[in-house]
């Protein structure tokens, strides 16, 4: 297994799921393999213009292959979900009380957890 600090400062790049790019669903999918030994699949889809369309397929796949965690049994390797002012949906990885994550744009980072969240585990299983 990695450790953290190979997760922390990798380049945002949409549609990726490598170390050398990633978007906030590739993270999850690298950083669950390497740090946790997860293999979550890749249920994320697109629309035309490269935008996740997790609103409308990508989480609905992917709570078909997860189940809802309370707050006070969230483990390490879960899914932080939560919605953005622009109603799209963003993914991350609960890590040690905080999210792994990454914005757009941006590199993956680890942060505070939103107020607004919602926690799934991955049960196993494909789409």
């Not at 690298?30 to 035309?48: S, T």
């Not at 707050?71 to 890590?95: A, C, P, T």
Request: glycine fraction near 12%; charge should be neutral; proline fraction near 3%.
């Amino acid at each position: 297994m990695r450790p953290l600090r190979d997760f922390i400062g990798i380049p945002w790049k949409v549609g990726g799921r490598s170390f050398d790019g990633v978007d906030c669903a590739g993270l999850c999918i690298l950083a669950g393999k390497h740090m946790f030994g997860i293999n979550l699949p890749d249920v994320w889809k697109y629309n035309d213009e490269n935008y996740l369309e997790v609103t409308k397929c990508g989480y609905e796949d992917f709570a078909k292959i997860s189940f809802a965690v309370n707050k006070e049994e969230v483990q390490d390797g879960d899914i932080v979900i939560f919605k953005l002012r622009n109603g799209h949906v963003h993914f991350g990885l609960f890590i040690n009380g905080m999210m792994l994550h990454i914005a757009d744009n941006k590199k993956s980072q680890l942060s505070r957890l939103p107020m607004h969240v919602e926690f799934r585990r991955y049960k196993g299983g494909d789409i």
